[in-house]
């Protein structure tokens, strides 16, 4: 499927980006880099222009009111609002439609390339370039998790240009299927709306969301693209081997044998970038190893969800205090003798009425 893009390269552009290219061997980026630019450009526009207008406009008493860094991550988080509703829709439309890329053989998945899955590629890559600047600005307010999700996201995405697993690329966009959730999430938060409906459901949405799409087709997809990059680790070049036996034979099959290529070649639409059909054995690894840590990443924010769940979703436990009571024997005027209680400490209860759900942070 040819890229859906409006709007074609720039020729100037392609050019010049073109050394950049070779240079690190990313050879379909000049066909992209205008959606490279575009998205980095659109969301820096979002982050530093439309998001701090639209939420003034939206809540001009609470957002004015915002500390310098609370505003930061409140426009990254609008950024990330826009980004995730665009990038889902888009992907899960071109999964839909690009037959080609439907049924990709295993070679065609790791060294295949088709113009929309590229789109896909360029304009992610554009989103965790612009994520990695802004990560890199206020790193004391994000933290170093976010900073290697930045870069581990970037640099999977960038390999895609080679081209290397751009199949994978629709697929592992999908972690952002959980994204808007957990931004709304977050803004439920600091509207003061911890506790209500609306954050109830969104929050059980977010919970659903991101144990499907990032641990159970995340995990599922890794093992997917652990298996096919295997392969081709474990495939020799085409150029690997010579058959002396097949030189016997001119025809052009027994060439092809001889040089050690396949008798049908498989360099067509889909493998016009594959060049030789060889993996790195460092491209391998770092790929696989930044897929590790987004992976690693995600089930270690799941697992502060659910704590957050505890500890703010679920009535607290009862805070008792120590009854500690003496009996106390006077005897009054009249004689009689009175057994009085004199209490120290009082037991008490905590009873918390709050329905709904609180914000994850």
Known sequence: MHDPFPLPPLPWLSKAVQPFADYFSLTTLPLHIHEVLGSFFAYTFINIVFAPRISTWLFPVRYPKLSAERKINWDVHVVSLVQSTTINFLAL???FVDEERKNMSWEERVWGYTGAAGMIQGMATGYFLWDL????????VFGLGMLAHALSALLVFSFGFRPFVNFYGCTFILYELSSPFLNFHWFFDKLDMTGSKPQLYNGLMLLFTFFC??????????????????RALHRRPAAA????????????????AATGKSAAPIHDGIMQFAGEEFVPLWLAFTYLGSNVVLNTLNFYWFGKMIDAVRKRF??????RRKEKAIAAKTTGADGKVRIGVDETEVRRRRVVEEEGISAIS
Not at 213 to 230: E, M
Request: glycine fraction near 2%; charged fraction near 15%.
């Open 241 to 256: 081997t010579i058959h002396f036996d097949a030189l016997n034979n001119t025809t052009s099959a027994a060439l092809d």
């Open 93 to 95: 439309w071109v999964m």
């Open 133 to 140: 600047m802004v990560t890199l600005q206020h790193v004391n």
């Open 314 to 319: 679920q009535p607290p436990k009862e805070q």
């Open 213 to 230: 799409c990032r641990l159970v087709w995340g995990t599922y997809q890794s093992v997917r693209v652990y298996q096919d990059v295997w």
